[in-house]
């Protein structure tokens, strides 16, 4: 059997794997956090109760309409998505003018209920979901075994994350979303609806937390505290690259999940601690973070 | 002038007031145990003095900590540990309790003032999550199951502390102390840079003042006083469990202080009064806790900043009219 580092390659190159599908989820939900966080200034702690929430929809789309993955792909962002801009008409919008930290409290309370909420109704055992037909089952590489759903799952993520991408840095839209970030007032005198440019963006940064869940929920099961433990490590993650860049969020979001799987591989009692450890040094070499442009 | 002196008359008299309602407090206190259960008001005790703490850190210098049930449930974990397995004495065993939060208060400052605001909140709640996974991991803390079964013992090795009246006054000792320390605390001079910290930082650094040292002092003070809760709480219950390390907790400890008042001493305790009450209540009712507790962080965070007690205040400078605003 071929050895790398005195391990076998195939479970090296598993553990790999499996981190670079945990790298793309902290590359999805980091990306929406960045959205969110250039344009409000909201840091939105809801974002793993979303992404619960979306891995709900699709459950609940199977099991009660008999909706299958493919629609449940498009539906449960746009749920997602929809109910995000109901919340921040209603509620994020009053607090742009105060202190950013209630924005942080605000969606920390909206998790809990929404959190609340699922188990309430379906307690914290997972509910499972499986993987559509298309997907199912496996390719031999030659040197390990893919599942095909996981392959799927890189490959989506990748092409949502390099869509967002094109989206705010290539598009008309996007430019309107950039020159607000930077003088909403005036943005706002040219006749561009700021208001209504930052509902559409918690929109659309709730639907990309509600894509991964969906995304997540053939992966992981289905359970309403999916998302809790999850959003603290993507904190970390954008501790990590600095919201700065949405590039940069894409990025340390999969470097993260790849130094996990290694992790695993040499020293699991770490696995869940070295995300941690890395923001650590990373706070005392360079605080801004990796790719971070405030001091 | 004799505006001035209505006003100091007006002061005198309301600070007069305020002792008295202190006195007033105090002796309800000593007397509760008569007519409540003394656990509950145990429990009251040590959230109440865990949220002062807090409130040390956000009211006073503004820096919100996502962190502390690290340094509550740290400090009970090892409380626990050294009077279970090393057969300490209560009072050394607490003592044990708080000298460990306060280092774990000076390592994860050290880290978390490196950044400000938002990402200060995020890097103290990272850290506590990885305190989180070294308690699930540690074989001292007995994983899932905690260190349950922890003996009360002799107070002084005279007061036997498993008397519900003993512990009770050994409990409302502790609290007026650490609540007492905090007050010092916040009137003395060092406590004026820490507010003026809270108010403009980059001022307070141009007048000389070396705000990173302070901002870290400050860290440390309110960990080593949540430790102190955090280990009388392991003494009261008997056990120590990782419930008191997630970031639920910490997450607990923000909403009584929002509740109450940030920035006042006595918004904390309140809050914790009243989010001990709705818990116990909601135990039995079977309405989810989490739904009830995240609903009063959205209706406070969106109407009702102020928190219970600065409403009181405010409501009582306008009414009287001396101008005195925040």
Same mark, same amino acid.
């Given at each position: 059997?071929?050895?790398? #580092?005195?391990?076998?390659?195939?479970?090296?190159?598993?553990?790999?794997?499996?981190?670079?599908?945990?790298?793309? #989820?902290?590359?999805?939900?980091?990306?929406?956090?960045?959205?969110?966080?250039?344009?409000?200034?909201?840091?939105?702690?809801?974002?793993?109760?979303?992404?619960?929430?979306?891995?709900?929809?699709?459950?609940?789309?199977?099991?009660?309409?008999?909706?299958?993955?493919?629609?449940?792909?498009?539906?449960?962002?746009?749920?997602?998505?929809?109910?995000?801009?109901?919340?921040?008409?209603?509620?994020?919008?009053?607090?742009?003018?105060?202190?950013?930290?209630?924005?942080?409290?605000?969606?920390?309370?909206?998790?809990?209920?929404?959190?609340?909420?699922?188990?309430?109704?379906? @307690?914290?055992?997972?509910?499972?979901?499986?993987?559509?037909?298309?997907?199912?089952?496996?390719?031999?590489?030659?040197?390990?075994?893919?599942?095909?759903?996981?392959?799927?799952?890189?490959?989506?993520?990748?092409?949502?994350?390099?869509?967002?991408?094109?989206?705010?840095?290539?598009?008309?839209? @996007?430019?309107?979303?950039?020159?607000?970030?930077?003088?909403?007032?005036?943005?706002?005198?040219?006749?561009?609806?700021?208001?209504?440019?930052?509902?559409?963006?918690?929109?659309?940064?709730?639907?990309?937390?509600?894509?991964?869940?969906?995304?997540?929920?053939?992966?992981?099961?289905?359970?309403?505290?999916?998302?809790?433990?999850?959003?603290?490590?993507?904190?970390?993650?954008?501790?990590?690259?600095?919201?700065?860049?949405?590039?940069?969020?894409?990025?340390?979001?999969?470097?993260?999940?790849?130094?996990?799987?290694?992790?695993?591989?040499?020293?699991?009692?770490?696995?869940?601690?070295?995300?941690?450890?890395?923001?650590?040094?990373?706070?005392?070499?360079?605080?801004?973070?990796?790719?971070?442009?405030?001091? | 002038?004799?505006?001035?002196?209505?006003?100091?008359?007006?002061? $005198?008299?309301?600070?007069?007031?305020?002792?008295?309602?202190?006195?007033?407090?105090?002796?309800?206190?000593?007397?509760?145990?008569?007519?409540?259960?003394?656990?509950?008001?145990?429990?009251?005790?040590?959230?109440?003095?865990?949220?002062?703490?807090?409130?040390?850190?956000?009211?006073?210098?503004?820096?919100?900590?996502?962190?502390? +049930? $690290?340094?509550?449930?740290?400090?009970?974990?090892?409380?626990?540990?050294?009077?279970?397995?090393?057969?300490?004495?209560?009072?050394?065993?607490?003592?044990?309790?708080?000298?460990? +939060?306060?280092?774990?208060?000076?390592?994860?400052?050290?880290?978390?003032?490196?950044?400000?605001?938002?990402?200060?909140?995020?890097?103290?709640?990272?850290?506590?999550?990885?305190?989180?996974?070294?308690?699930?991991?540690?074989?001292?803390?007995?994983?899932?199951?905690?260190?349950?079964?922890?003996?009360?013992?002799?107070?002084?090795?005279?007061?036997?502390?498993?008397?519900?009246?003993?512990?009770?006054?050994?409990?409302?000792?502790?609290?007026?102390?650490?609540?007492?320390?905090?007050?010092?605390?916040?009137?003395?001079?060092?406590?004026?840079?820490?507010?003026?910290?809270?108010?403009?930082?980059?001022?307070?650094?141009?007048?000389?003042?070396?705000?990173?040292?302070?901002?870290?002092?400050?860290?440390?003070?309110?960990? $080593?006083?949540?430790?102190?809760?955090?280990?009388?709480?392991? /003494?009261?219950?008997?056990?120590?469990?990782?419930?008191? %390390?997630?970031?639920?907790?910490?997450?607990?400890?923000? /909403?009584?202080?929002? /509740?109450?008042?940030?920035?006042?001493?006595?918004?904390?305790?309140?809050?914790?009064?009243?989010?001990?009450?709705?818990?116990?209540?909601?135990?039995?009712?079977?309405?989810? %806790?989490?739904?009830?507790?995240?609903?009063?962080?959205?209706?406070?965070?969106?109407?009702?900043?102020?928190?219970?007690?600065?409403?009181?205040?405010?409501?009582?400078?306008?009414?009287?009219?001396?101008?005195?605003?925040?």
């Amino acid at each position: 059997m071929t050895m790398i #580092f005195g391990i076998p390659i195939q479970a090296f190159l598993g553990q790999l794997l499996v981190g670079l599908i945990n790298g793309s #989820f902290y590359a999805m939900l980091s990306l929406g956090l960045a959205v969110i966080f250039g344009l409000l200034r909201v840091i939105n702690f809801a974002h793993g109760a979303q992404y619960m929430f979306g891995a709900f929809v699709g459950y609940l789309l199977l099991t009660y309409l008999g909706i299958g993955y493919w629609p449940a792909l498009i539906l449960a962002p746009l749920v997602v998505g929809i109910f995000g801009m109901v919340v921040e008409r209603l509620a994020l919008s009053k607090l742009y003018s105060i202190d950013p930290l209630y924005g942080l409290l605000f969606t920390f309370g909206l998790a809990q209920v929404i959190e609340g909420i699922f188990r309430y109704y379906y @307690g914290v055992s997972g509910q499972p979901y499986s993987a559509p037909v298309q997907l199912g089952g496996g390719v031999n590489l030659g040197f390990m075994f893919l599942p095909v759903y996981r392959g799927w799952v890189v490959v989506a993520s990748l092409i949502v994350c390099l869509g967002t991408w094109i989206l705010i840095e290539k598009t008309r839209l @996007g430019s309107y979303l950039r020159a607000a970030t930077e003088n909403p007032t005036l943005v706002q005198a040219f006749g561009v609806n700021v208001p209504l440019l930052l509902t559409l963006t918690y929109g659309l940064g709730s639907a990309l937390a509600g894509f991964a869940g969906i995304l997540a929920a053939p992966v992981y099961q289905v359970s309403p505290l999916m998302g809790s433990d999850l959003i603290i490590v993507v904190f970390a993650v954008v501790v990590v690259g600095g919201m700065g860049s949405i590039l940069g969020a894409i990025v340390t979001g999969y470097m993260l999940g790849l130094a996990e799987g290694l992790t695993k591989v040499f020293y699991p009692e770490a696995s869940n601690l070295v995300v941690f450890v890395i923001m650590a040094v990373v706070l005392l070499v360079r605080p801004a973070g990796l790719f971070g442009r405030d001091a | 002038m004799a505006e001035t002196t209505l006003q100091e008359a007006r002061a $005198t008299g309301s600070a007069r007031l305020e002792w008295a309602l202190v006195a007033i407090g105090i002796a309800a206190l000593i007397a509760a145990p008569f007519f409540f259960y003394p656990v509950f008001l145990m429990k009251m005790l040590c959230f109440a003095l865990f949220a002062c703490a807090f409130n040390l850190l956000l009211g006073y210098t503004g820096l919100l900590s996502f962190g502390h +049930a $690290t340094f509550f449930g740290g400090a009970a974990y090892f409380c626990a540990h050294a009077v279970k397995v090393w057969g300490w004495p209560p009072e050394a065993g607490i003592l044990l309790g708080t000298a460990g +939060a306060a280092v774990l208060g000076l390592v994860m400052g050290f880290f978390a003032i490196r950044r400000q605001g938002i990402y200060f909140a995020m890097i103290t709640l990272a850290l506590a999550q990885m305190f989180y996974f070294f308690c699930v991991q540690a074989p001292f803390t007995r994983g899932e199951d905690g260190i349950q079964g922890v003996p009360r013992g002799h107070l002084f090795g005279l007061l036997d502390l498993s008397q519900p009246h003993n512990i009770y006054y050994t409990v409302l000792g502790i609290f007026l102390i650490g609540v007492f320390a905090i007050w010092r605390i916040v009137n003395s001079p060092f406590g004026m840079i820490l507010k003026s910290i809270r108010e403009n930082e980059s001022r307070a650094i141009s007048l000389g003042y070396s705000v990173a040292n302070y901002k870290l002092a400050a860290f440390v003070m309110s960990a $080593t006083l949540a430790g102190l809760a955090g280990a009388t709480k392991a /003494l009261v219950f008997q056990f120590a469990t990782l419930t008191d %390390v997630t970031w639920q907790m910490s997450g607990e400890v923000i /909403l009584m202080t929002l /509740l109450g008042g940030i920035g006042t001493m006595v918004g904390p305790i309140v809050g914790a009064g009243l989010v001990v009450t709705l818990q116990n209540t909601l135990a039995t009712s079977g309405f989810p %806790v989490t739904i009830a507790t995240g609903l009063i962080f959205m209706v406070c965070v969106l109407v009702f900043r102020r928190g219970i007690v600065g409403e009181i205040y405010a409501r009582l400078l306008t009414s009287v009219g001396t101008g005195k605003k925040e």
